[in-house]
């Protein structure tokens, strides 16, 4: 049986057997509380939203089997380069990354990384481009599953008819990314 335990806004979890360890740490950022999380691979996680106790439950319902450890001490530098991208679009993002996803959305998602920063596509233009090719219900599907915010452009991508919709971090932060990234 696994027990979870939650110390000092830290979700840490004790599974039966012996699993994958996920540290993480948390960070502000003028779009609210960020979330990252590393594995021994990179970055699993990056994670938007309005308080820590919630992304630390978005990070224990990702990562099911996964121990999670709270690592104040560590991740400093990676928290820091994604609040300074957050911030400032134009510095960059280069993180070593454990992307982890269905054949599917790694296509999306190979595909959204290639979205310049400064441009949007469409859902059905991200569908058209994969082999096979896929739907634009597909496309949101990933979309909505990816757990590294900002590292997979996921905020890129608009409707047909160029509004923007859906977004797993909420569509106020999509539009400040995008705003935030020179897009009209």
């Known amino acids: ?6 110390v000092m806004n830290a979700i840490i979890n004790y599974p ?12 502000t950022c003028s779009i609210g509380a960020v979330l990252v999380a590393a594995s021994s691979k990179g970055v699993a ?12 439950r978005e ?6 089997d996964a121990r999670l450890v709270l ?3 560590g991740l400093e530098d990676m928290v820091a380069l994604v609040v300074r991208f957050l911030d400032a679009p134009h510095t960059g993002l280069d993180l070593p ?3 982890r996803g269905s054949t599917l959305e ?5 595909a959204l990384r290639k979205v310049p920063a400064g441009q949007t596509v469409t859902y059905g233009q991200i569908a058209r481009t994969l082999s096979p090719p ?6 949101g599907a990933a979309c909505a599953a990816n757990v590294l915010a900002v590292a997979i452009p996921c905020h890129r991508v608009v409707k047909a008819d160029g509004s923007i919709a859906g977004y797993r971090w909420g569509v106020q932060r999509k539009r400040k990314l995008i705003n935030r990234e020179g897009v009209a």
């Open 1 to 6: 049986m696994k027990m979870e335990k939650i």
């Open 16 to 27: 039966d057997t012996e699993t994958e360890e996920l540290r993480f740490r948390f960070g």
């Open 45 to 56: 996680a990056i994670l938007l939203g309005d308080d820590r106790f919630g992304l630390g």
């Open 59 to 64: 990070l224990a319902r990702s990562f099911p």
């Open 71 to 73: 690592d104040d001490g």
């Open 97 to 99: 990354l454990d992307i």
């Open 106 to 110: 790694q296509a999306v998602w190979r």
């Open 134 to 139: 896929a739907t634009a219900q597909e496309v």
